[in-house]
């Protein structure tokens, strides 16, 4: 007789046949034949198949109610009755089970057991998940607030979680009340349930889970920030671990993990989120501690009680060290999308030196090193190196680039890396040497400490040759050791290519600064050119040491002169109205000034002969050449109800000084009082550029296009005369200055340029600049040879070549 199943399938490739054979004595005539298919099919289970002959009627009646009774038994545990109350209701299952027993068919109870599971998993188990998805769409349909979203999430998921995990008890707790001892059956139930259970969750349930932890995590945050109690918050947060234990019994306690480590990161970002833009304090070791005491000792702490054994402190600490350097990471990678604020800020003191500690035990990986390197590049390159910043804000973000990444990286690797897009613009500006020399020699500027510390660059040369001590190179070493050990000023100096070019400007700095004295104090001055000394060649400074002399002499020669004519005030009762302080310059030293020859008032001329005077007696062998409007006068203007001092050059006092003699003037008549035969052509334009000088100071009024006189009073409306443009006389001195200069230049060098070219043949700007130093003693930068040599090309004297080769016209 046989016994058919009552439901068919299909076999598929991955299914497992398996053969149970009875050990009694009618086993060989009783082989049981099964299928099983326990992860990848949810057709209806295939019964086992059972040929007998001459069995029992008992036996066969027991096998024909087994099935029926098993599946009774198992609907009955998974609802609400116990399954002890189950079985012993079930009294025709208990007589089956006594019957197959008696009768040595134990696997036979096992096997018919597990298609019952199966059976009540595809009709009832599925059907929960099917509805779950769907009152999901629905609900996201509805386009509910996220507290409602929220509450839904919880209240359904762990609804069905309980739901499944009762389940799953009942199918191993009715299995054991039948009595059977099979070790594997538990094994072999955990599988499948697990396997068709993650076949069948609904897409949705990764997203439910992460909402259920999210929404744990804000009631954890609420109960803490609440002084209140709040039971119902604290009996949600007490669930989270029975909810833990009921995912791990049912096999998703994985899938839980990993969307309870993705909200704990979530809110770990957010946290580290907080501190972008806070420089001035420490921020890493404040996060680190947030997320060991509140989201690892606190909130996690919490959830990971489900273990309820010796792993409990294991995996918290496992997750606490995954969250730390979670931490650290997210912490580096906003600062290094901040690395130029950083940088910018720390110009102005605005960022301390605990921040940069900070990401330098972030930055813990050569990845994060580049990355750091690439952003403030791009950072600097965007926001820095175009026209709208001025050369002396690029220099600032260059000091401070140094300052930072030398206590982020000491050994200069990412230093070098990242300055070298500024020092290829600043090369090109043409004010960067004249900037960076104010900056070395200002005694109030970051880089004072630094120029009194001395080269550190000698000190890397002289630690090659102390071979007791050498060390090789690191294997991620960036530029020589030497460039690695540079200080800031040695980096700032090495932005030109010669260090010429420091010299020079400095040269024409001096310049500007001593004639503008009126005391011959010098000691400043020295004190400088002693610094810069130790930065560059000592011979470089010789021209300015004479300078400094002339000064020292020109102290001593006004002392003689005028303790010889008595005191300052016996000087201006005899000849001149104002003492005469004169600074005798060595000319072959001196760099050239920027003279205009004018008329002087006659009183002035007669202070400057009597000075020529008691000069000659000093000095037989010596004769004075003035250099006009080259110095700088005091005067005071003396109106009707006030008096004011200044300080202007000579051709702004002349000018003045014509209306104490007559008022008002026109501009012409100033022109025609004031030019002398040596006046530059545009002279009328420096006379104007004087009376817009002391219209701005509201000392002169306008009456016509053409007419000036002064105001006597303060109160004196001037609203109803005519608005026109006052230029800007140091500007305009400036360009005139500069335009002598390189007509000087090429007046001087351009015939030695052309036959140097001719003779020696093509030449880049650096060699003509080498040549020219070597022979001719050229101390001009190379930004003003290479202005004459494009000046030359476009005149058509000189031909350039693809290589930037210069070359003379045959």
């Given at each position: 007789?046989?016994?058919d ?5 299909v ?8 053969s149970c ?6 086993a ?11 992860f ?8 086992p ?58 696997s ?15 009709k009832?188990?599925a059907?929960?998940l ?15 607030d ?7 999430c ?6 069905l ?22 070790g ?9 349930f ?42 949600e947060?007490?669930?989270?671990p ?16 990993s969307?309870?480590?993705l ?6 970002k ?8 806070q ?22 702490r ?6 309820r ?9 496992h997750w ?5 350097v ?44 580049e990355e750091l390197?690439?952003s ?15 050369t002396e ?7 401070a680039?140094?300052?930072t ?8 690797n ?27 020699l200002d ?10 510390q ?22 991620d070493?960036?530029?020589t050791r ?36 009126l ?7 020295t ?11 000592e ?32 000087m201006?009762t005899?000849?001149n ?14 760099p ?9 008032p ?40 006030r ?26 008549e100033?022109?025609?009082?004031l ?20 219209m ?26 005519p ?5 800007t ?11 002598k ?7 001087k ?7 140097m ?25 190379q ?6 040599l ?11 070549g ?9």
């Open positions: 007789m046989t016994i199943p009552p439901a068919k399938r076999k598929t490739d991955l299914e497992c046949e398996m054979t009875i050990s009694t004595p009618i060989e005539k009783v082989p049981i034949v099964y299928t099983l298919d326990p990848f099919s949810q057709e209806a289970p295939a019964r198949l059972l040929n007998v002959d001459n069995v029992s009627d008992e036996l066969i009646t027991a096998l024909e109610t087994l099935s029926t009774a098993l599946s009774e038994y198992i609907q009955s545990s998974c609802s609400t009755v116990e399954c002890e109350t189950a079985l012993s209701n079930a009294s025709e299952l208990t007589n089956s089970v006594h019957v197959l027993r008696a009768e040595g068919f134990q036979l109870i096992t096997e018919y057991y597990f298609v019952s599971v199966q059976e009540h998993f595809y009832t188990v059907t929960h099917q509805n779950f998805e769907m009152d999901y769409s629905t609900l996201n349909d509805e386009d509910v996220d507290a409602t979203y929220s509450e839904w919880w209240k359904e998921y762990t609804s979680v309980t739901r499944l995990a009762g389940y799953m008890n009942a199918y191993t707790c009715g299995f054991d009340l039948l009595g059977n001892v099979d594997t059956f538990h094994t072999r139930l955990y599988n499948f697990e396997g068709h259970l993650r076949r069948s969750l609904p897409s949705c349930w990764q997203d439910v889970t992460t909402r259920i932890f999210e929404h744990s995590l804000q009631k954890y945050d609420t109960f803490l920030s609440n002084e209140d109690s709040m039971e119902d918050v604290e009996l947060l007490d669930s989270l029975e909810l833990m234990s009921q995912l791990k019994s049912i096999g998703l306690l994985s899938e839980s993990t969307a309870l480590m909200v704990a990161r979530e809110r770990v957010r946290k580290v989120e907080e501190c972008r833009g420089y001035e304090e420490p921020a890493l070791a404040e996060c680190i501690q947030w997320v060991e005491q509140h989201l690892c000792g606190g909130w996690l919490r959830i990971v009680q489900y273990e054994d010796s792993t409990t402190n294991l995996k918290l600490d606490c060290r995954d969250l730390t979670w931490t650290s990471r997210e912490f580096c990678s906003m600062r290094i999308q901040e690395i130029f604020d950083i940088v910018r800020n720390y110009a102005f003191g605005l960022t301390s030196e605990a921040t940069l500690t900070d990401l330098k035990h972030c930055l813990t990986t050569s990845v994060q090193k390197v690439k403030l590049r791009e950072g600097i390159e965007e926001r820095a190196l175009h026209a709208g910043v001025a804000d690029i220099i600032t973000i260059l000091v680039t140094e300052n990444l030398r206590v982020i990286d000491p050994t200069s990412m230093l070098l890396k990242t300055i070298g897009p500024m020092k290829e613009y600043l090369r090109r500006r043409p004010d960067t040497v004249q900037h960076i020399l104010s900056r070395m005694e109030d500027s970051e880089l004072a400490e630094a120029m009194r001395g080269d550190s660059v000698r000190d890397a040369e002289g630690a090659d040759d102390d071979y007791d001590n050498w060390e090789p190179e690191p294997v070493a960036v530029g030497q460039e690695r050990a540079a200080d800031i000023i040695t980096r700032l100096i090495s932005i030109c290519e010669s260090k010429d070019a420091f010299v020079h400007e400095y040269h024409k700095m001096l310049l500007d600064c001593l004639i503008h004295k005391d011959y104090e010098t000691d400043k001055e004190l400088e050119v002693e610094l810069l000394k130790t930065r560059f060649e011979a470089s400074f010789n021209q300015c040491e004479i300078m400094l002399m002339d000064m020292a002499t020109s102290r001593r020669l006004d002392h003689q002169l005028y303790s010889k004519a008595g005191t300052e005030e016996t201006e005899e000849s109205p104002a003492p005469l302080h004169t600074t005798v310059m060595s000319h072959l030293f001196w050239p000034l920027d003279t205009t020859d004018f008329s002087l006659p009183e002035i001329e007669r202070a400057k002969r009597t000075y020529e005077r008691h000069f000659e007696e000093q000095k037989p062998n010596r004769k004075l050449a003035w250099k006009p409007n080259a110095g700088i006068v005091e005067i005071e203007l003396q109106m009707e109800d008096m004011e001092t200044f300080t202007v050059t000579e051709l702004q006092a002349t000018v003045i000084h014509l209306f104490g003699e007559q008022s008002p003037l026109t501009w012409d100033i022109v025609a009082k030019r002398e035969p040596n006046s530059p052509e545009d002279f009328k334009q420096d006379v104007g550029d004087c009376l817009s000088f002391w701005s100071q509201g000392i002169l009024k306008q009456l016509d296009e053409e007419t000036y006189a002064p105001i006597e009073t303060a109160g004196e409306d001037i609203s109803n005369g608005s026109l443009p006052m230029p006389s140091r500007r305009n001195e400036e360009d005139r200055a500069r335009a200069q390189a007509a000087e230049l090429r007046t060098f351009q015939p030695m340029i052309m036959a070219l001719t003779n020696q043949g093509p030449a880049t700007v650096e060699r003509v600049k080498n040549l020219l130093t070597m022979f001719f003693q050229f101390s001009h930068t930004n003003e040879l290479q202005t004459l494009d000046q030359l090309v476009s005149e058509g004297l000189l031909l350039v693809r290589n930037r080769e210069y070359s003379a016209r045959t």
